[in-house]
């Protein structure tokens, strides 16, 4: 059990490559709602992502009958074309010109006429949505689906897979709920310090992910 859940929170951890939703969740957080808006997006965000891990589980283990087939060339190659991809992210990232408009993002300006339900609906829908985050969250799963771990094993390892995946959403309610007096202030900190380095975000986190995802499968090919 260990190996996998070790394997599959590495892979989960890519999931704080996701900028775009760290900054509206501070968006949200720092709006007339607050903290409410932003607890909603966060909910819907996780809620959605554990709803697609536990029926990809179930419906993988029922599928099988938890009998695994030769999954050591499917998983590494897996982890290769992953770790290919993002690298060719970081490449196309380097290769961008870079821009000198520094206008804030167009949902800004109606950030604040959302209520703590749409809020929710909107989590919900870009975990879907977002395809690049889902291809990440479901190659992470791999790993549990794959294994012949018991089904309770199964389960629980995935809720861990979302919690480490959607930290990108969850660290910043829990900075607004313990510091709530200066929650405004480091929000939008993180906020302008992403908006700032968003060029050397975008092009060393794919890298050092992207490189260490194809090392992982390469070495398991060998």
């Keep these: 059990m260990l190996p996998v859940l ?3 929170l590495l892979l989960a951890s890519v999931g704080l490559l996701s900028v775009g939703s760290i900054t509206l969740v501070i ?3 720092i709006s007339d709602r607050g903290w409410h808006n932003g607890l909603g997006y966060a909910l819907g965000y996780t809620s ?6 536990v029926s990809a589980v179930v419906f993988g283990y029922r599928s099988t009958g938890n009998k695994v087939g030769e999954p050591s060339l499917f998983l590494p190659i897996l982890l290769m074309v992953l770790g290919t991809l993002l690298l060719l992210l970081a490449l196309r990232n380097w290769r961008k010109p870079v821009s000198e408009d520094k206008e804030e993002p167009r949902f800004f300006s109606i950030v604040d006429k959302i209520t703590p339900l749409k ?11 977002n395809f ?4 990440l969250f479901l190659t992470a799963l791999s790993v549990v ?10 389960i629980v390892i995935t809720l861990l897979v979302v919690l480490v995946f959607c930290l990108s959403v969850i660290i910043p309610v829990i900075i607004y709920i313990l510091f709530p007096k200066r929650a405004k ?3 939008n900190g993180i906020r302008q310090f992403l908006n700032r380095h968003s060029r ?12 260490l995802l194809f090392v992982l499968g390469l070495t398991s090919l060998l």
Excluded: C, R
Aim: net charge negative.
């Design 6 to 8: 070790i394997q599959s």
């Design 27 to 29: 968006l949200l957080l």
């Design 48 to 53: 959605a992502y554990t709803l697609i891990g």
């Design 119 to 129: 809020a929710f609906g909107l989590g919900a829908m870009v975990s879907v949505v």
């Design 132 to 135: 690049k985050n889902l291809a």
């Design 145 to 154: 689906v794959l294994s012949d771990l018991l089904i309770t094993e199964k």
């Design 185 to 187: 202030d480091l929000l």
């Design 200 to 211: 050397p975000i975008g092009i060393w986190l794919p890298l050092i992910f992207g490189g």
